[in-house]
């Protein structure tokens, strides 16, 4: 419940989000799945960070990560 709650107190950190941004879109981007063809990209190519829906990817992590914790404390994993 611990680490929960400072990943919780965690995602409200300025930098820590854009950290976090950061290794998403280099996740989705080298994940060789081919949902990765729908990120929004700049005429360039590029990757359009802005054009990502942060908000709603930071509130599914505030619900997933609290169930995630709770599986991996379920299945022993940290005890």
Not at 1 to 15: E, K, Q, T
Not at 35 to 49: C, F, N, Q, Y
Request: no cysteine; aromatic share 8%.
């Amino acid at each position: 419940m611990r680490d929960a709650a400072l990943l919780r107190v965690a995602l409200i950190s300025p930098s820590f989000r854009r950290a976090a941004e950061d290794l998403a879109v280099t996740q989705m981007a080298f994940s060789g799945d081919p949902a990765v063809d729908d990120l929004p990209r700049k005429t360039s190519g590029e990757i359009d960070r802005t054009a990502i829906d942060w908000e709603g990817f930071g509130a599914f992590m505030k619900v997933f990560i609290p169930l995630l914790v709770e599986l991996l404390i379920a299945v022993g994993v940290g005890a």
